[in-house]
């Protein structure tokens, strides 16, 4: 092979090691070769496509031409590796181990309670450890900004900025860096906690910053970089070609050569279209060495900004440019500094580049209508056309990702003019989510007055998100131009700008008339705005009334309270129990040393799967053509039902579930076949080189609605009464009625759905190495589907990186595919899936419609209700009966309504099935019984709080199913909720802050919730556990629970650590595995700690009091003589301990039963501020109030809560699930379906665990509280519908109205019921395709 053909040698760092791969190949990135080639795994998959931020890294390089080294942080899943030619890579690994020391930011963050699950820790470690490596003593917008694009799904957040709060010495943080009396002592901050409180943290002992301890940059880079004649490199891989030219010569021969090669710079654009839409580039040019693109060049008229540069570079530019010119210059900078801020995240825009933005011509590129609204203009180059310049206008973007511009021109830099006087430019933007979001709609706008008059001169409109690329909206301009900037001319534009931007009811992206009235809004916003300056430059006199001013929202997070009660006087130190103690793992995790799933090391052979899955909703298979896939180079096998060897199916509440579909498919995403190839990369080629036949078959059912049509359900439905509701309802003073949607939710746990299945080679016994709730689940059906005995599986679990319920059936059904695939090949197996596929296959939170009917007397008091729910279940039943039952269960939440009646049934469509998900139907339960108490307070024109305390069990109360209960601690939850929250003063405050604003509204809502623990399935309230003690003292505990970020590890270790009375140091938990703890029920229910904890409690007494004698002879022993005496006595250390939980029942034909161990309660206070005119709003405070008994462990227990608020908020304000009218899920990722992140936590984040409360039911009287306080999110949707009534109540309209949840931007938006979104006429339900 010659020497070009083999291609050169690709050098770089990665933790001050020098790597050289002499077979770099281009489609290889740095994610896949850190974990896969180094095993460097503490850099986590997470989406691998720049959205969830678990791969971040660091990249320093040397600039020759400043000699400096900058740094800064990246996503690993979308940086090629042959990009980083030169360069020094960090990784967690790199900064701090436990072997050696453990850097700052990775023990403040685990010190702090941020690391639950751990799987987002070492993506958040990097962001912030990049942070201080640039700036050691940053701010708290500096570190909210580098964290913004680091998704967590367990945290909530707040533990997680409050870990790095503490390196940052502004004077709102207290304390920070170890620097005393911060602010406590000032005028202070009231919220502080009290000195003597109990802290969930001590900063005071945090390991100081040291910035020696981090890796210097390699001087041979260093060396490297100066070389004086740099080479063009070229790197050769499987089925791709990269060039990387040094000079702009050479580029633009490259490109003339090849037109067709994309110039990769971030690889942002190139990279996801290269993964998710399976695009091949045999030749990629890479034009990051060209320092021509990267050329800064001021002139009298404004910058030439060199095309390569970086997002983050443009901003700093113009940051410094900006305040060395006069204001009137900067108009056009400070729009991009402010939209740059906003755009992708911290790690996108390090990366992405200028020119990369521009061409990509995104239909919601955020510069481009900035750019183009404010004259810029690009400079290109290509051999034919020599040098030439284009304005950046409406003729530039052509079209959907295509510009004028000719295959072989290169950008090659971009000139960003001054303004001039009486020139103004603004930037607005609108985003599913504030932060870390592609906008719904984004624009520029600009405007020049003829001098010292309000006559428009010029002025040109660009829009985002309004079609298939940038927009003019040349039109509106015109209707603008040459006339005086007023009233008469902006009313006659708005109509113009609706006539103009016309989105057809089907297009794509869906929103329509949100799309349009947003147009509307920002055209709005920019005439206050230009009214403002037209004012303050003295044009115009007249004054603008403060209802109509706009200020941004706020943002700044403040200090947050977690209160909790101290352990008792008379506890010894030693004893754990009751003390925040830190997630066990929580070091591993940030130091990236904790090993999930995908994170073990391959065996010799092993083979990796991949899914093949339906592209038909409802369809008969009538062949598959595997041929092609077995062709392919790795590919070994193809895995169909056929080799299934034992059960086919997974029976459930009497139907059937395949594991692989046979004969028919009905869903969008089933399970067909799997491919099995030696590589991750050569199977999922395989996969997609199948061919399958398909015949549609009619009438598929999606929606509840359709459900109900053609009676589509799965049985049995349930029915549950108390009273007689007919009759009552002819009794009441008024009836409502009325109708709630509730969209599903993705579990979006950060680890996907991964499994190592792998034959022990003899009398057919295999080990599973899962991610799952429900190890016993798993060897069950391994076991069956393989036709084996259950002894010949072992399911071993070491921890999982979130599950929230869709770890259970689901795995089980992967597993047992997988294992299919093992037990064939007699290789190990492994099955990881895409973010992508996990969303597509794995189903979620059951969508909800629900129609409901009240009777009220005229004070308040709730008399008759009836409400019938119907759960989209999917294509299978999985677990939707028993959801549906959950359901019903809740009806009354907090409320005593003597006559109610429930209805619930699982419809049966062709969705992808839903399944358990951390609440298990209370969230969608619920909600709607609050919506109908608030319709009842919006009925009678009352305060809803006033409507529930009338309406709440009082004294020792009966609910609907029977079971006797006292809610005082509810009582006391939602009392302490108002006193804390100061409920009546800021309600005050909220009705006047709208009485004087108009477009911003505030919200403010309280709810309650009783949520019942344990499982009504009696059988499943029992749990085991095995506990060993070693003759050196050391004890190793196994029980039944799976760690997955909960914290029940931890909590086992306190329970352990008390019964035993030796410290925690010395009981280790190493996992979680079907051959030491055997018919294990799944984590979940909130059950955990309860089962787990009476079983681990029960051995370790039966071992202490087996030590007792022991003790006796020798007092004054230590814990290891005792165990070495007692080996020796022939005493044995080891021991189970088993739980037999409460015989817990419901019967549905009586309608009685006792289908909960007890309640634990709550109640939330949300306080909101709503911008009416985008729909977007911010949680301003929230204060929770919880009775957990007395808690085991606070910091875990306050983590659980803030958890699952921020996962009930994602749930009702922002997560939504989009389905093609075909069935097909559009919402695959973190680009499309937003999880709250880090600019979602409230700003003010308040946590109280109600004091002096005991259960008798519970270890230690303690409560279960993994799943409850997710309902509490609603507040948020409450404090929303709130503001929207408000708003509502401007245009005159009062009354209960729908408002459906997720409440979106969107919805909030268009339930405003604003002039301006008045003006858009509503696209017809059924005239159009969405
Ligand atoms: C998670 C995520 C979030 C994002 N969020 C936002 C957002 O909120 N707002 C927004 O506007 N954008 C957003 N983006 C898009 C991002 O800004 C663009 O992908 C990026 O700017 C493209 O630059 P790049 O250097 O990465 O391009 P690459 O992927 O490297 O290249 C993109 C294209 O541009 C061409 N190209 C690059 N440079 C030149 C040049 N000098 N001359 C000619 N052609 C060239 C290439 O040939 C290629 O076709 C997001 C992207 C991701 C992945
Ligand atoms: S895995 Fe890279 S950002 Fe999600
Ligand atoms: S701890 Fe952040 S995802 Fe689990």
């Given at each position: 092979m010659s020497a070009e053909e083999v291609g050169d040698i690709l050098c770089f760092f990665i933790n001050g090691k020098k790597v050289t791969e002499d077979h770099a190949d281009p489609e290889t990135t740095l994610l896949s070769f850190l974990r896969e080639k180094l095993r460097l795994t503490g850099t986590k998959y997470g989406c691998g496509g720049g959205g969830c931020g678990a791969c971040t890294v660091m990249v320093s390089r040397y600039q020759p031409a400043t000699k400096t080294i900058i740094h800064y942080s990246a996503n690993a899943c979308l940086l090629p590796l042959c990009q980083l030619h030169g360069a020094a890579v960090t990784t967690v690994e790199g900064i701090g181990s436990t072997k050696t020391r453990i850097h700052p930011v990775q023990e403040r963050i685990a010190k702090a309670h941020g690391s639950q699950c751990?799987?987002?820790?070492?993506?958040?470690?990097?962001?912030?450890?990049?942070?201080?490596?640039?700036?050691?003593?940053?701010?708290?917008?500096?570190?909210?900004?580098?964290?913004?694009?680091?998704?967590?799904?367990?945290?909530?957040?707040?533990?997680?900025?409050d870990g790095c709060r503490t390196f940052c010495q502004e004077a709102n943080c207290c304390q920070s860096n170890g620097a005393k009396d911060c602010c406590l002592n000032g005028e202070g901050n009231t919220d502080e906690p009290e000195h003597g409180e109990p802290q969930l943290f001590d900063k005071e002992k945090f390991l100081p910053l040291d910035p020696t301890q981090d890796l210097i940059f390699p001087p041979e880079l260093i060396l490297m970089a100066e070389t004086a004649n740099p080479q063009t490199l070229t790197f050769r891989g499987e089925r791709m070609s990269w060039v990387s030219p040094v000079s702009l010569d050479e580029l633009v021969q490259l490109k003339t050569s090849n037109p067709k090669a994309p110039l990769v710079m971030g690889n942002t654009n190139i990279g996801p279209d290269i993964k998710f839409k399976g695009i091949l580039h045999p030749l990629i040019i890479s034009p990051a060495r060209v320092t021509e693109l990267f050329q800064i060049t001021q002139t009298p008229q404004g910058v030439w900004v060199g095309a390569g540069c970086s997002l983050t570079e443009v901003r700093s530019l113009l940051e410094k440019l900006v305040p060395q010119f006069p204001e009137e210059k900067t108009e056009l900078f400070r729009a991009l500094i402010q939209q740059l801020g906003n755009l992708g995240s911290q790690q996108i825009r390090n990366v992405a580049s200028l020119g990369g933005n521009i061409m990509s011509a995104y239909p919601n590129s955020d510069l481009n209508p900035v750019l183009a609204a404010g004259n810029c203009k690009v400079s290109v180059i290509s051999k034919a056309g020599g040098r030439r310049e284009l304005p950046l206008n409406h003729d530039f973007f052509v079209s959907f990702g295509k510009t004028i511009l000719k295959p072989e021109e290169i950008v090659v830099s971009v000139f960003i003019p001054f303004t001039i006087k009486g020139e103004f430019v603004r930037a607005f933007r609108q985003a599913p989510r504030k932060e870390s979001s592609f906008s719904t709609v984004t624009t520029g706008m600009r405007v020049l007055f003829s001098e010292g008059s309000r006559v428009v001169q010029d002025v040109s409109i660009y829009f985002g998100g309004m079609g298939p690329t940038t927009v003019s909206a040349t039109k509106t301009c015109a209707s603008i131009i040459t006339r005086p900037w007023d009233e008469e001319t902006l009313s006659r534009a708005y109509d113009v700008l609706l006539d103009e931007l016309v989105l057809p009811p089907?297009?794509?992206?869906?929103?329509?008339?949100?799309?349009?009235?947003?147009?509307?809004?920002?055209?709005?916003?920019?005439?206050?705005?230009?009214?403002?300056?037209?004012?303050?430059?003295?044009?115009?006199?007249?004054?603008?009334?403060?209802?109509?001013?706009?200020?941004?929202?706020?943002?700044?997070?403040?200090?947050?309270?977690?209160?909790?009660?101290?352990?008792?006087?008379?506890?010894?130190?030693q004893d754990p129990v009751g003390r925040p103690i830190m997630h066990r793992s929580a070091i591993s995790q940030a130091t990236g040393e904790a090993v999930y799933c995908d994170d073990m090391?391959?065996?010799?052979?092993?083979?990796?799967?991949?899914?093949?899955?339906?592209?038909?909703?409802?369809?008969?298979?009538?062949?598959?053509?595997?041929?092609?896939?077995?062709?392919?180079?790795?590919?070994v096998d193809v895995i169909t039902t056929e080799d299934i060897p034992g059960m086919k199916t997974r029976p459930m509440f009497g139907y059937e579930e395949e594991l692989l579909a046979q004969n028919e498919v009905s869903c969008v995403g089933q399970m067909v076949c799997a491919v099995v190839a030696d590589t991750r990369a050569h199977a999922k080629r395989g996969a997609a080189a199948v061919k399958i036949e398909y015949e549609d078959l009619p009438d598929p059912v999606f929606t509840q609605e359709e459900a109900i049509k053609k009676s589509s359900y799965f049985e049995p439905r349930r029915m549950i009464e108390q009273g007689n509701v007919t009759e009552a309802f002819k009794t009441v003073d008024q009836v409502h009625e009325g109708e709630f949607q509730m969209g599903g939710q993705e579990h979006f746990y950060m680890e996907t759905q991964s499994m190592l299945v792998v034959p022990v080679g003899e009398e057919r016994e295999f080990n599973a190495y899962v991610s799952t709730q429900w190890p016993a689940g798993i060897q069950e059906v391994i076991a069956q589907t393989l036709g084996i005995p259950s002894n010949r599986v072992t399911c071993h679990v070491k921890r999982v990186g979130g599950a929230f319920g869709g770890k259970v059936v689901k795995t089980g059904i992967l597993a047992g595919i997988t294992s299919v695939a093992a037990w064939k090949t007699n290789r190990a197996v492994r099955c990881v899936l895409e973010r992508?596929?996990?969303?597509?296959?794995?189903?979620?939170?059951?969508?909800?419609?629900?129609?409901?009917?009240?009777?009220?007397?005229?004070?308040?008091?709730?008399?008759?209700?009836?409400?019938?729910?119907?759960?989209?279940?999917?294509?299978?039943?999985?677990?939707?009966?028993?959801?549906?039952?959950?359901?019903?269960?809740?009806?009354?939440?907090?409320?005593?309504?003597?006559?109610?009646?429930?209805?619930?049934?699982?419809?049966?469509?062709?969705?992808?099935?839903?399944?358990?998900?951390?609440?298990?139907?209370?969230?969608?339960?619920?909600?709607?019984?609050?919506?109908?108490?608030?319709?009842?307070a919006m009925a009678l024109g009352r305060p809803a709080d006033q409507i529930r305390e009338i309406n709440m069990y009082k004294g020792p109360s009966i609910t609907h199913y029977k079971f006797e209960f006292s809610p005082e601690n509810m009582h006391r939850c939602w009392d302490e909720c108002k006193v804390k929250s100061d409920y009546s003063a800021r309600r005050k405050a909220v009705d006047q802050f709208n009485q004087q604003n108009r477009w911003k509204k505030r919200g403010i809502a309280i709810i309650p919730i009783k949520y019942g623990i344990a499982f009504a399935e009696s059988f499943l309230n029992q749990a085991a556990a095995l506990v060993h003690i070693y003759k050196d003292g050391s004890v190793l505990v196994t029980h039944g629970g799976t760690e997955m970020g909960q914290g029940i590890h931890t909590k086992m270790q306190q329970v352990a650590s008390r019964e035993l009375h030796i410290p925690?140091?010395?009981?280790?938990?190493?996992?979680?595995?079907?051959?030491?703890?055997?018919?294990?029920?799944?984590?979940?229910?909130?059950?955990?700690?309860?089962?787990?904890?009476?079983?681990?409690?029960?051995?370790?007494?039966?071992?202490?009091?087996?030590?007792?004698?022991?003790?006796?002879?020798?007092?004054?022993?230590?814990?290891?003589?005792?165990?070495?005496?007692?080996?020796?006595?022939?005493?044995?250390?080891?021991?189970?301990?088993?739980?037999?939980?409460?015989?817990?029942?419901?019967?549905?034909?009586?309608?009685?039963?006792?289908?909960?161990?007890?309640?634990?309660?709550?109640?939330?206070?949300?306080?909101?501020?709503?911008d009416c005119l985008t729909g977007d709003y911010r949680t301003l405070r929230t204060d929770i109030v919880v009775d957990i008994g007395r808690s085991v462990n606070p910091s875990v227990d306050i983590g659980q809560i803030e958890g699952a608020f921020m996962q009930g908020l994602g749930l009702y304000t922002m997560e939504e699930l989009k389905f093609s009218p075909t069935g097909v899920l559009y919402t695959r990722g973190p680009s499309q379906y937003k999880i709250p992140a880090v600019c979602d936590v409230p700003l003010r984040f308040n946590v109280y665990l109600l004091s002096d409360s005991y259960n008798p039911h519970a270890i230690y009287s303690s409560k279960g509280i993994g799943e409850p306080v997710l309902f509490l999110g609603s507040s948020v949707f409450f404090a929303i519908k709130d503001a929207v009534a408000a708003a509502r109540s401007d245009s005159a309209l009062v009354g209960p109205f729908s408002l459906d949840s997720p409440a979106t931007p969107e919805r909030a938006c268009l339930a405003c019921a604003s002039p301006l979104t008045q003006k858009i006429p509503a696209s017809k339900p059924g005239s159009f395709k969405p």
């Amino acid at each position: 092979m010659s020497a070009e053909e083999v291609g050169d040698i690709l050098c770089f760092f990665i933790n001050g090691k020098k790597v050289t791969e002499d077979h770099a190949d281009p489609e290889t990135t740095l994610l896949s070769f850190l974990r896969e080639k180094l095993r460097l795994t503490g850099t986590k998959y997470g989406c691998g496509g720049g959205g969830c931020g678990a791969c971040t890294v660091m990249v320093s390089r040397y600039q020759p031409a400043t000699k400096t080294i900058i740094h800064y942080s990246a996503n690993a899943c979308l940086l090629p590796l042959c990009q980083l030619h030169g360069a020094a890579v960090t990784t967690v690994e790199g900064i701090g181990s436990t072997k050696t020391r453990i850097h700052p930011v990775q023990e403040r963050i685990a010190k702090a309670h941020g690391s639950q699950c751990g799987f987002c820790t070492p993506g958040m470690v990097m962001s912030m450890f990049t942070l201080l490596r640039n700036k050691p003593q940053p701010s708290m917008e500096d570190i909210t900004q580098s964290l913004a694009g680091n998704l967590c799904r367990c945290t909530g957040y707040r533990p997680i900025i409050d870990g790095c709060r503490t390196f940052c010495q502004e004077a709102n943080c207290c304390q920070s860096n170890g620097a005393k009396d911060c602010c406590l002592n000032g005028e202070g901050n009231t919220d502080e906690p009290e000195h003597g409180e109990p802290q969930l943290f001590d900063k005071e002992k945090f390991l100081p910053l040291d910035p020696t301890q981090d890796l210097i940059f390699p001087p041979e880079l260093i060396l490297m970089a100066e070389t004086a004649n740099p080479q063009t490199l070229t790197f050769r891989g499987e089925r791709m070609s990269w060039v990387s030219p040094v000079s702009l010569d050479e580029l633009v021969q490259l490109k003339t050569s090849n037109p067709k090669a994309p110039l990769v710079m971030g690889n942002t654009n190139i990279g996801p279209d290269i993964k998710f839409k399976g695009i091949l580039h045999p030749l990629i040019i890479s034009p990051a060495r060209v320092t021509e693109l990267f050329q800064i060049t001021q002139t009298p008229q404004g910058v030439w900004v060199g095309a390569g540069c970086s997002l983050t570079e443009v901003r700093s530019l113009l940051e410094k440019l900006v305040p060395q010119f006069p204001e009137e210059k900067t108009e056009l900078f400070r729009a991009l500094i402010q939209q740059l801020g906003n755009l992708g995240s911290q790690q996108i825009r390090n990366v992405a580049s200028l020119g990369g933005n521009i061409m990509s011509a995104y239909p919601n590129s955020d510069l481009n209508p900035v750019l183009a609204a404010g004259n810029c203009k690009v400079s290109v180059i290509s051999k034919a056309g020599g040098r030439r310049e284009l304005p950046l206008n409406h003729d530039f973007f052509v079209s959907f990702g295509k510009t004028i511009l000719k295959p072989e021109e290169i950008v090659v830099s971009v000139f960003i003019p001054f303004t001039i006087k009486g020139e103004f430019v603004r930037a607005f933007r609108q985003a599913p989510r504030k932060e870390s979001s592609f906008s719904t709609v984004t624009t520029g706008m600009r405007v020049l007055f003829s001098e010292g008059s309000r006559v428009v001169q010029d002025v040109s409109i660009y829009f985002g998100g309004m079609g298939p690329t940038t927009v003019s909206a040349t039109k509106t301009c015109a209707s603008i131009i040459t006339r005086p900037w007023d009233e008469e001319t902006l009313s006659r534009a708005y109509d113009v700008l609706l006539d103009e931007l016309v989105l057809p009811p089907s297009a794509p992206g869906g929103m329509v008339e949100f799309r349009r009235s947003l147009t509307l809004s920002f055209l709005f916003k920019f005439n206050l705005e230009v009214l403002q300056k037209l004012r303050e430059m003295t044009v115009i006199t007249d004054g603008l009334p403060e209802k109509t001013q706009i200020q941004a929202l706020p943002r700044e997070i403040q200090h947050s309270l977690q209160e909790f009660q101290h352990v008792s006087e008379g506890q010894s130190d030693q004893d754990p129990v009751g003390r925040p103690i830190m997630h066990r793992s929580a070091i591993s995790q940030a130091t990236g040393e904790a090993v999930y799933c995908d994170d073990m090391p391959h065996t010799d052979g092993e083979l990796f799967l991949a899914l093949v899955t339906s592209s038909r909703a409802h369809a008969k298979i009538k062949g598959m053509d595997v041929s092609e896939a077995l062709r392919l180079p790795g590919v070994v096998d193809v895995i169909t039902t056929e080799d299934i060897p034992g059960m086919k199916t997974r029976p459930m509440f009497g139907y059937e579930e395949e594991l692989l579909a046979q004969n028919e498919v009905s869903c969008v995403g089933q399970m067909v076949c799997a491919v099995v190839a030696d590589t991750r990369a050569h199977a999922k080629r395989g996969a997609a080189a199948v061919k399958i036949e398909y015949e549609d078959l009619p009438d598929p059912v999606f929606t509840q609605e359709e459900a109900i049509k053609k009676s589509s359900y799965f049985e049995p439905r349930r029915m549950i009464e108390q009273g007689n509701v007919t009759e009552a309802f002819k009794t009441v003073d008024q009836v409502h009625e009325g109708e709630f949607q509730m969209g599903g939710q993705e579990h979006f746990y950060m680890e996907t759905q991964s499994m190592l299945v792998v034959p022990v080679g003899e009398e057919r016994e295999f080990n599973a190495y899962v991610s799952t709730q429900w190890p016993a689940g798993i060897q069950e059906v391994i076991a069956q589907t393989l036709g084996i005995p259950s002894n010949r599986v072992t399911c071993h679990v070491k921890r999982v990186g979130g599950a929230f319920g869709g770890k259970v059936v689901k795995t089980g059904i992967l597993a047992g595919i997988t294992s299919v695939a093992a037990w064939k090949t007699n290789r190990a197996v492994r099955c990881v899936l895409e973010r992508g596929e996990d969303m597509l296959i794995t189903g979620g939170r059951h969508p909800v419609l629900a129609k409901y009917k009240v009777g009220f007397m005229n004070d308040g008091r709730i008399v008759a209700a009836d409400i019938q729910y119907y759960a989209n279940a999917g294509n299978a039943v999985d677990e939707s009966v028993l959801v549906a039952e959950k359901i019903l269960l809740h009806i009354d939440n907090a409320y005593n309504i003597p006559n109610l009646r429930g209805r619930a049934a699982a419809c049966r469509t062709n969705l992808p099935s839903n399944t358990a998900f951390r609440g298990f139907g209370v969230p969608q339960s619920l909600v709607v019984v609050e919506n109908m108490v608030n319709d009842v307070a919006m009925a009678l024109g009352r305060p809803a709080d006033q409507i529930r305390e009338i309406n709440m069990y009082k004294g020792p109360s009966i609910t609907h199913y029977k079971f006797e209960f006292s809610p005082e601690n509810m009582h006391r939850c939602w009392d302490e909720c108002k006193v804390k929250s100061d409920y009546s003063a800021r309600r005050k405050a909220v009705d006047q802050f709208n009485q004087q604003n108009r477009w911003k509204k505030r919200g403010i809502a309280i709810i309650p919730i009783k949520y019942g623990i344990a499982f009504a399935e009696s059988f499943l309230n029992q749990a085991a556990a095995l506990v060993h003690i070693y003759k050196d003292g050391s004890v190793l505990v196994t029980h039944g629970g799976t760690e997955m970020g909960q914290g029940i590890h931890t909590k086992m270790q306190q329970v352990a650590s008390r019964e035993l009375h030796i410290p925690t140091s010395k009981i280790y938990i190493s996992e979680t595995s079907t051959s030491t703890v055997p018919n294990t029920c799944p984590s979940a229910a909130s059950f955990g700690t309860d089962a787990n904890g009476m079983a681990v409690k029960d051995a370790c007494e039966t071992l202490y009091q087996r030590l007792e004698p022991i003790r006796q002879k020798d007092p004054k022993g230590s814990w290891e003589s005792w165990v070495m005496a007692a080996f020796f006595e022939k005493i044995s250390l080891s021991a189970t301990g088993f739980y037999r939980g409460p015989d817990l029942y419901m019967d549905w034909d009586k309608m009685e039963g006792k289908p909960y161990a007890y309640f634990t309660f709550g109640a939330c206070c949300c306080e909101v501020e709503l911008d009416c005119l985008t729909g977007d709003y911010r949680t301003l405070r929230t204060d929770i109030v919880v009775d957990i008994g007395r808690s085991v462990n606070p910091s875990v227990d306050i983590g659980q809560i803030e958890g699952a608020f921020m996962q009930g908020l994602g749930l009702y304000t922002m997560e939504e699930l989009k389905f093609s009218p075909t069935g097909v899920l559009y919402t695959r990722g973190p680009s499309q379906y937003k999880i709250p992140a880090v600019c979602d936590v409230p700003l003010r984040f308040n946590v109280y665990l109600l004091s002096d409360s005991y259960n008798p039911h519970a270890i230690y009287s303690s409560k279960g509280i993994g799943e409850p306080v997710l309902f509490l999110g609603s507040s948020v949707f409450f404090a929303i519908k709130d503001a929207v009534a408000a708003a509502r109540s401007d245009s005159a309209l009062v009354g209960p109205f729908s408002l459906d949840s997720p409440a979106t931007p969107e919805r909030a938006c268009l339930a405003c019921a604003s002039p301006l979104t008045q003006k858009i006429p509503a696209s017809k339900p059924g005239s159009f395709k969405p």
